[in-house]
């Protein structure tokens, strides 16, 4: 099936007639197959799914007659980690099959006099979840939250998406949409739509703190990278092997990654799949340096968390944390595709690492500030 996509992809044009025909029909036979070849999985993934439609509905209860509800995927840890961060009213929600449960969860919007209801990004059945709202009560506030960028919409998922919501959108059933990069706040208001920034935040009961590190060799991570493109883990992995005495901590690790360390006598420590955020932030308090090194970007929720658990993270650039500080020269990456360049920046890095989280630290008092004014700004829009 995916030679066949890939084909479809080669030949013909992305908005053309055909192309649009025949991805259909490729959506709706891949769909097809893997029900029939993991239908016991299909099943008891399509009864978690409901059981998270009927917890969805207990957390509206508690939040009614409330101004504002926001629904976010706990699966995406990404998007999952910025909600969180930004609101109080959080409702878990994954995708939603049926028109029984996106009825259920539209009914228990209106039911609760949820005054405005905020789609964190869009997973599948959402849309329809926003258009049976408004189908019942027009009065009803629908804000989304696009945590993506213009390039993710070569993703035929987030493309499908994003053309879903625009759609909606111009229906007037959403009110208007949240950006959390400026660069795609400022194209889209230049544009006509009607939309506010919000800059992602993270908050952690270490914060402050600087982690104590004993290693005898140094000791680097680069986390949530796996295999996507635009990650860059490979040159995260160059640059890690021009360090002197270093260890790398990957996590998750692929098999194309595992290969590359072995080729470069890279000593790494690594975990092959995806670990809870809480797991996770332990790890890196044992690292001297965390690095980011993404090719494109909107905000990236890592940096943050790391800096937050004590320990500095170079970072792309390619969104709004840190710019035009001393503190951005220090972590902030002008060439992420560059090995040696991002050497020095690690070898830098570690040698201000105690000035560096100070800098943080004085920096965060007055993003929670902004970052609180931009929430409720957006959410009285």
């Known amino acids: 099936m995916q030679k066949v996509k890939n084909y479809i992809k080669r030949f013909f044009k992305k908005d053309s007639f055909i192309y649009r025909g025949m991805s259909k029909i490729y959506h709706v036979l891949s769909t097809q197959k893997y029900k029939i070849t993991h239908r016991k999985e299909v099943k008891n993934q399509n009864k ?107 993703s035929d998922y987030t493309w499908n998406l994003n053309k879903e919501v625009m759609d909606l959108y111009n229906k007037e059933k959403i009110n208007c949409f949240a950006f959390v990069r400026s660069t795609m706040y400022e194209f889209y208001k230049k544009v006509g739509f009607k939309c506010c920034y919000l800059q992602n935040n993270v908050h952690k009961d270490n914060a402050g703190k600087i982690a ?36 790398a901590d990957v996590v998750p690790i692929n098999e194309g990654a595992k290969k590359f360390t072995e080729i470069l006598e890279l000593e790494t420590t690594s975990i092959d799949d995806y670990i809870e955020n809480e797991k996770l932030m332990e790890r890196i308090q044992k690292n001297d340096i965390n690095i980011y090194p993404t090719f494109t970007e909107n ?83």
Not at 217 to 245: H, Q, W
Not at 334 to 348: R, S
Request: with cysteine.
């Open 212 to 247: 104590i590190n004993n290693n005898k060799k140094v000791k680097i991570g680069i986390y949530n990278a796996d295999s996507r493109e635009l990650k860059n883990i490979y040159t995260a992995l160059s640059a890690m092997k021009l360090v002197p005495n270093v260890v």
């Open 48 to 154: 978690k799914y409901d059981q998270r439609v009927n917890d969805a509905v207990e957390f509206i209860k508690k939040y009614q007659g409330q101004q504002y509800i926001v629904f976010y995927n706990p699966t995406w840890l990404g998007v999952a980690a910025s909600t969180l961060g930004l609101f109080k009213n959080n409702v878990p929600l994954e995708q939603v099959l049926g028109k029984r449960n996106i009825n259920k969860i539209a009914q228990s919007v209106v039911e609760n006099n949820i005054k405005c209801a905020i789609f964190s990004q869009i997973v599948d059945g959402w849309t329809d979840i926003i258009a049976r709202i408004k189908e019942l009560n027009p009065e009803i506030d629908i804000k989304v939250i696009w945590h993506g960028n213009c390039y993710e919409f070569f």
């Open 299 to 381: 905000a990236p929720m890592f940096p943050l968390e790391s800096f937050e658990m004590g320990v500095p993270c170079l970072l792309g650039n390619n969104n709004d944390y840190f710019v035009g500080t001393q503190l951005g020269q220090y972590v902030i990456l002008e060439k992420e595709d560059d090995a040696e360049y991002i050497k020095n920046k690690i070898l830098t890095a570690i040698d201000h690492r105690e000035e560096i989280i100070n800098l943080y630290n004085e920096w965060k008092k007055d993003f929670d500030i902004k970052c609180e004014k931009l929430v409720n700004d957006f959410i009285n829009f």
